[in-house]
């Protein structure tokens, strides 16, 4: 068995569990996400598209809600995970995308109702969890 140990001394990505059920209603059945959501609501990529299609229809404080819920949810499978508070939260891995979808989505409806410091402090955490995800969603 080979380990990979952190040599920048800081703290090892944290890897979210994958949710292969909810996952194959919102991607594969293409399922509604508000149906999805209701049916896991721990599922953070069913918020991240509630929030999305949300801002995208100029309703910005449903985006804000939709989008602090699935941050939270995300928030709460990284501690469970053995997140610390920081450290890397890869893009790459599939299951991690909702939550880092979900903390760009609440940059930018924070940055829509003009509360700066929310907005700030998400670019920022999502810069710090991964530089991949915050090229990647320009929030």
Same mark, same amino acid.
């Given at each position: 068995m $080979? $380990?990979?140990?952190?040599l &920048?001394?800081? @703290?090892?990505p944290? +890897? &979210?569990?994958?949710?292969?059920?909810?996952? =194959?209603?919102?991607?594969?059945e293409?399922? @509604?996400?508000?149906? /999805?959501a209701?049916? %896991?609501? $721990?599922? #953070?990529?069913?918020w991240?598209?509630?929030?999305?299609?949300? +801002?995208?229809?100029?309703? /910005? /404080?449903e #985006?804000?809600? +939709?989008a =602090?819920?699935?941050? %939270?949810r995300g928030?709460?499978? &990284?501690r469970?995970?053995?997140w610390?508070?920081?450290?890397? /939260?890869?893009?790459? %891995?599939r299951?991690? =995308?909702?939550?880092l979808?979900c903390l760009?989505? &609440?940059?930018?409806?924070? $940055?829509?109702?003009q509360?700066?410091?929310?907005?700030?402090?998400?670019?920022t955490?999502?810069?710090? #969890?991964?530089?991949?995800?915050?090229?990647?969603l320009?929030?």
């Amino acid at each position: 068995m $080979t $380990t990979h140990k952190n040599l &920048l001394g800081g @703290p090892d990505p944290t +890897y &979210l569990p994958e949710d292969e059920a909810a996952h =194959r209603l919102l991607a594969e059945e293409s399922r @509604p996400a508000a149906e /999805v959501a209701a049916q %896991h609501p $721990t599922y #953070s990529p069913a918020w991240a598209e509630l929030a999305e299609e949300a +801002y995208a229809g100029g309703r /910005v /404080v449903e #985006s804000y809600a +939709y989008a =602090r819920t699935g941050y %939270h949810r995300g928030l709460d499978q &990284l501690r469970r995970a053995g997140w610390k508070g920081h450290g890397p /939260v890869p893009w790459d %891995h599939r299951a991690n =995308r909702g939550f880092l979808r979900c903390l760009a989505a &609440l940059a930018r409806a924070a $940055t829509a109702i003009q509360e700066t410091e929310e907005a700030d402090r998400c670019r920022t955490f999502l810069r710090d #969890s991964s530089e991949e995800a915050y090229a990647e969603l320009k929030p």
